[in-house]
Structure formats: structure tokens, C-alpha cells
């Protein structure tokens, strides 16, 4: 079936970069746009961005612009989204999602927590 | 931005209870929303797309309504399972946001 499988969980320094994975699977990886998205303790969900498997393109939001860059491996089936510069708010629980140009996302990875602590 | 207020934020039902819960977008955006439903430790389902459509294998007490700024989730009789968070997204422009969530506890 179709599944997304995001990296463990992590514990990051600040200042440091973070790189999450997210392997597809039960379907063609290029033929769905990759999403990220975080949700920090008590606090809503809040979009990221998006990368197209199949050109690599991307869209960010602009709060992220500065510090994400999203990737993907082809030949792997899998998206990664790196965050730099990592302070305590980034630490969240981050998702990534599938969604066709201009729909929301169909199927959502479980999530993966990082936490940014000294 | 556009900001999606969804209310309630928590709702105590019995099972065989109907629920509603409704987002608000703060400008039109025809009728680009889906609706979730996230249990704790799982990765959110999908359960309404294009505001009304009932995403394929998701039971028929699952219903929406709505387009422009107002929109409803609607759950008819309610089962042990349907006891979980729900919100919406709108994907009409950047940044695509988020309801703030929607807490269905049993009574």
C-alpha cells in the first residue's frame, strides 16, 4: 500500500542542521509533490513547503525560505527536508505529506519528532 | 496568509452523537479544503477533499459542506473510533494553513 516512512526521531544541538527523510513507497515517487510539515509543542500545524520528485522544484513558505532546502533521490524514492541554523523552536514533530499540484495531500508519513537542545 | 479558524477546538459527544465542526477561511477560497482526522501517534487520514467529496474508503457518517469562507465537517452517529482530533487544510494559495484542530472526546 501506499506509505510514507519519515527518519527517526533525532536530538540536535543548537546552530546545527538537521536532514529528514521520507521514503515513498506503493506508488510512482514522481508522480506526487512531497510536503513538509511541522507541528511544535502546542502549537498548530504549519506548512513548509513542497518539492516536485519529478523536476525537483520547489516551493517554500516564506517564514522558511532563509533555512530549508528540500531534495530528492529518485533512484530511492525519497525526499529529504534540511533544516539549518536549528534553534529551540524548531523542535516539532515534521511530517511529510503527498499531494498533486494544486490538491492538499492525500497520504501523510506517521511523523518524526527532532528536538533541538543543548 | 490565510488564517482558517476552526470551532470548536474541543467537543464532548456521546457515541451515536452527531458532531459538527466548522473551519472559517478568512477570504474565498472556492472550495480548496480537505478535512482530516489525526489519532495520537498516527499519521492524519484524509476524510473529505474539494470541500464535500468523501475520500474513497472513508465511512459514509463523514460528510462536508461548504465553499467560499465557510465550511463544515459533519459526523453522523459517532463511533468509539470516531473519537480524535480533526482539521482542515485550505491548498487554494501560499502558505497552504491549517484549522487549529478540533478535540472530539467521549462523554
Known amino acids: 500500500q501506499v506509505q510514507l516512512l519519515l527518519s527517526v526521531a533525532e536530538v540536535k544541538k543548537p546552530g546545527a542542521s538537521v536532514k529528514v527523510s521520507c521514503k515513498a513507497s506503493?506508488?510512482?515517487?514522481?508522480?506526487?509533490?512531497i510536503h513538509w510539515v511541522r507541528q511544535a509543542p502546542g502549537h498548530g500545524l504549519e506548512w513548509m513547503g513542497w518539492i516536485n520528485p519529478h523536476n525537483g522544484g520547489t516551493v517554500y513558505a516564506q517564514k522558511f525560505q532563509a533555512w530549508v532546502t528540500m531534495t530528492r533521490d529518485t533512484s530511492i524514492s525519497t525526499a529529504y527536508m534540511e533544516l539549518s541554523r536549528l534553534t529551540s523552536d524548531d523542535t516539532a514533530v515534521y511530517y511529510c505529506a503527498r499531494g498533486l499540484h494544486g490538491d492538499g495531500f492525500d497520504i501523510w508519513g506517521q511523523g518524526t519528532m527532532f528536538t533541538v537542545s543543548s | 496568509d490565510i488564517q482558517m479558524t476552526q470551532s470548536p477546538s474541543s467537543l464532548s459527544a456521546s457515541v451515536g452523537d452527531r458532531a459538527t465542526i466548522t473551519c472559517r477561511a478568512s477570504q474565498d477560497i472556492r472550495n480548496d479544503l480537505g478535512w482530516y482526522q489525526q489519532k495520537p501517534g498516527k499519521a492524519p487520514k484524509r476524510l473529505i477533499y474539494?470541500?464535500?467529496t468523501l475520500q474513497s474508503g472513508v465511512p459514509s457518517r463523514f460528510s462536508g459542506s461548504g465553499s467560499g469562507t465557510e465550511f463544515t465537517l459533519t459526523i453522523n452517529s459517532l463511533q468509539p473510533e470516531d473519537f480524535a482530533t480533526y482539521f482542515c487544510?485550505?491548498?487554494?494559495?501560499?502558505?497552504?494553513?491549517f484549522g487549529g484542530g478540533t478535540k472530539v472526546e467521549i462523554k
Open positions: 487544510l485550505q491548498h487554494n494559495s501560499y502558505p497552504l494553513t
Open positions: 506503493g506508488y510512482t515517487f514522481t508522480d506526487y509533490y
Open positions: 474539494a470541500a464535500s
